[in-house]
């Protein structure tokens, strides 16, 4: 028996696994690098997608740890919860880490509020108004204009609010038992300043919110299952800023997500974090599912690609991607299908974020089977993709 465990402070890398079949494979990615896994990393709105539980979910990661025989720790993430009932549910299955999404308390418009309507309230103000921070590596930080500050507390204060009282449902879910926390403040429309990572961090302390991983929402653009898309001299300057802070209201990690092949930022973010990140991933293993159907049924995987097709105009409706269908042929000859659909941009976005159509088909009974009977090659093309993603995470570590 390996139960999984909490992972505190250590370097972890996060292994959605929507299908609930790649385990084997993400074991032997992480296998040699700097990394722990969890494994058992979901999301309430991905559960909602492909049909599964809570519970499914915990016990198809603990059945492949058994099965592989791997002795490691390896943890677990009831991912974007929203709700106390949300943690309720994850709790009740038995997670013992939870990420907290309080986005849709978070209020994007604030940076436009003119300067009448943007006053912090009176103990805001008392609390922070000339405050300054030093970092360290000569970064200070420093709340010293009521209007930024008032805009801050717009932005993130009923978040915040929100924050605590999703933490005291876990407290009562838990009882005894200790728990694990991270906040999530990546889904929204603008990216985080180190300014307000701060007022997030200095406000999760007064609020005796605990947390082991704080996931802001970076600049440039994380798109779903393709490269980082930005300035990486910009990324690596802001990234520095948000460790500093990091270290100084936790510390906790800064966790990554939408990790999946953001691979030229990689190095940076593993360099700069240190000891301390955790790394998110999920759509990038399902593509690998794909790419295994892609060789061994192409029938298959040609049926596949129609519904997405049919499918994305509605799906991508939830996420912030800019595939275009037209610049990917809908019936590509079969010696080309697996370049068009699973190596280039659109093509992989297409297949991306319709998982949740597919997976609630008829196409997935199907699917399921050809991974279970090439369970080799399935685990093979996992290992293979997500290896690459923890070298370029370790390249410059250490
Ligand atoms: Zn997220």
């Given amino acids: 028996m390996n139960p999984p465990r909490l992972l505190g402070l250590r370097r ?14 993400h074991l032997a990615a992480v296998r040699g690098s ?33 099965a592989t025989g791997y002795e490691g720790p390896w943890g677990t993430d009831a991912d974007h919860l929203q709700t106390p009932a949300d943690v309720a549910a994850v709790a009740a299955a038995g997670f013992r880490a939870f990420t907290l999404d309080p986005s849709a308390y978070v209020h994007d418009d604030a940076h436009a509020l003119p300067p009448e309507r943007a006053k912090p309230a009176a103990e805001t103000a008392a609390r922070y108004l000339g405050t300054r921070v030093e970092l360290g590596d000569g970064v200070t930080l420093a709340f010293d204009d009521a209007t930024v500050l008032g805009r801050i507390e717009r932005k993130f204060g009923e978040a915040l609010q929100h924050t605590a009282k999703l933490a005291e449902a876990v407290r009562a879910a838990c009882g005894e038992d200790a728990f694990e926390l991270e906040l999530s403040i990546d889904e929204t429309a603008t990216p985080t300043t180190p300014l307000e990572h701060l007022f997030v961090g200095l406000e999760l302390r007064r609020l005796d919110v605990e947390v082991h991983a704080v ?8 798109e779903k299952g393709v490269d980082y898309r930005g300035d990486l001299d ?31 930022a990689y190095p940076l973010i ?5 000891d301390h990140l955790h790394v998110k991933t999920a759509g990038t293993s399902y ?26 105009p509605t ?25 068009w659909y699973l190596d280039r941009d659109d093509g992989r976005q297409i297949l991306h974020v319709t998982y949740g159509s597919v997976l609630a088909s008829e196409l ?20 293979r993709h997500l290896r690459h993603h923890l070298a370029m995470l370790d390249r410059d570590f250490g």
């Fill in 215 to 222: 996931a802001p929402r970076f600049c440039g653009s994380f």
């Fill in 270 to 274: 593993g360099r700069l974090s240190g």
């Fill in 364 to 383: 997935a009974q199907p699917l399921r089977a050809t991974l279970e009977r090439h369970a080799d090659l399935h685990a093979e093309l996992l290992e």
């Fill in 315 to 339: 799906d991508r409706a939830t996420y912030s991607i800019s595939a275009r269908p037209d610049a990917v042929p809908a019936q590509p000859d079969p010696a080309e299908a697996e370049a």
């Fill in 34 to 66: 700097s990394f722990l896994p969890v494994l058992a990393q979901q999301s309430i709105r991905e559960m909602g997608r492909t049909g599964r539980t809570p519970h499914d979910v915990l016990r198809s990661a603990a059945d492949a740890v058994a």
């Fill in 287 to 312: 593509l690998e599912a794909l790419r295994t159907v892609c060789r061994v049924d192409p029938a298959l995987f040609t049926r596949i690609v129609a519904l997405s097709r049919a499918r994305f």
């Fill in 234 to 264: 910009e990324l690596a300057a802001q990234y520095r800023s948000h460790v500093a802070i990091a270290r100084h209201c936790g510390p906790y990690k800064l966790s990554i997500h939408s990790g999946s092949d953001k691979l030229s």
């Fill in 12 to 25: 972890t890398f996060g292994f959605g696994d929507r299908l609930g079949l790649a385990t084997p494979g």
